[in-house]
């Protein structure tokens, strides 16, 4: 569980720097939404359907 935890740490800094950098400044909300509803949300509604 540790390791899992320090390894979303990590993904999750990386992950908001690259949305910072490719999305334009007065976007970067949006950008941030919809990453974060791709990240999470799909994930979410699909896992308990493939498993």
């Known amino acids: 569980m540790v390791v899992i935890t ?7 800094a990386v992950a908001q720097a690259l ?3 490719f999305a334009p400044e007065q ?11 791709l ?4 994930p979410f509604a699909i896992g308990p359907w493939l498993a």
């Open 6 to 12: 320090i390894g979303e740490m990590l993904v999750s």
């Open 19 to 21: 949305i910072a950098g």
């Open 27 to 37: 976007m970067r909300g949006r950008y941030n939404a919809v990453f974060g509803n």
């Open 39 to 42: 990240a999470w949300g799909v």
